[in-house]
């Protein structure tokens, strides 16, 4: 299958509270908004990813210290054709793997096709490189796995695709957790996280694994486009604000004027701490009562109560 979906739980606490712009709800309808649709609570994350100066074990690398890993795949290696594989499943030929791609040449991916897997291929967590643009779907990372260069640097790290299914997916380390990007969706493996500890590496941000406010599970995902990030600042990914914020829709915050603006995480416990950037927010609980994932009850997003 070449797209991948699933009808998400809608939250009415906020309009529309994160809005993403690589990383993407599994609802098109949902509470935030991706790549290719806006939604109602958290932003991108072409990654769910990051922009920073140093390599991170799940993120992208703008250094240019050392040379980049070689590939020996080429562009024309490829040819057109269309979404024809699972990637939770890899049910492609022996020496392929089933990849995302953009069957209309755009940066991101809306498809899926089988590739050859590179003759010395990088294991996830390892440096990867893209010769073309990360929409080809050429890399040299082995099977089950994606070079995650969202920014189109040229390299990046391999990312481990989800296994399992949609309604159940799973990653190969037990401390990993299935990341929903993009829109159709693609699923990712990244290290679990706290929002509100924001234990992740240099160069990541804790956010949640679906761009959508009751999204389960929270990840760490490269940094991207990191000028701006603060609270207030314009963004339009799910990883594009600095560690301790999230991108989500502007109406939501009181000065944003444009359609995501990043916002903080904030303790249920501690609800007062969203009045220091203005006196209009308020801690919107992540999860509706009783829902929420096991250790992540006091989580809270400042927004705009509507």
């Known amino acids: 299958m070449g797209r991948l979906t699933r009808t998400s739980v809608q939250l009415s606490t906020l309009a529309g509270i ?25 932003s991108p994350g072409t990654t769910d990813s990051d922009t920073s100066t140093g390599t991170s074990p799940t993120g992208t690398t703008t250094s240019t210290s050392e040379p980049p890993p070689t590939t020996t795949m080429t562009i024309d290696d490829m040819g057109s054709v269309g979404g024809q594989c699972n990637l939770f499943m890899q049910d ?31 294991l996830p967590g390892e440096d990867c490189v893209v010769p073309g643009k990360f929409g080809d779907g050429i890399d040299n990372c082995d099977r089950g796995s994606i070079c995650l260069d969202l920014e189109n640097t040229g390299k990046a790290t391999c990312v481990a695709y989800c296994t399992g299914s949609m309604d159940a ?8 957790r299935c990341a929903f990007l993009f829109e159709p969706t693609v699923p990712v493996c990244f290290s679990k996280c706290d929002p509100l500890l924001q234990d992740c590496s240099p160069g990541e941000t804790c956010v949640p694994n679906e761009a959508a406010l009751g999204a389960p599970h929270f990840v760490c995902m490269p940094r991207v486009f990191p000028d701006l990030g603060k609270y207030g600042d314009s963004c339009y990914a799910l990883s594009g604000c600095d560690p301790g914020n999230l991108c989500i829709f502007g109406e939501n915050l009181p000065t944003c004027k444009t359609p ?35 250790g992540y009850e006091t989580v809270g997003i400042c927004g705009i109560m509507q």
């Open 260 to 294: 995501y603006c990043c916002s903080v995480w904030c303790d249920l416990e501690s609800p007062d701490s969203c009045l220091e950037y203005d006196e209009t927010l308020s801690c919107v609980p992540w999860f509706e009562e009783g829902a929420a994932t096991p």
């Open 18 to 42: 994160v809005a993403l712009a690589v990383g993407c709800s599994r609802d098109p309808k949902g509470t935030t908004a991706g790549a290719e649709t806006t939604t109602t609570t958290t």
């Open 92 to 122: 492609c030929p022996a020496d392929q793997k089933c990849t995302a791609w953009n069957e209309d040449g755009g940066p991101f991916p809306n498809g899926t096709r089988c590739v050859p897997v590179d003759l010395n291929p990088a």
């Open 169 to 176: 997916p799973n990653c190969p380390k037990p401390e990993d």
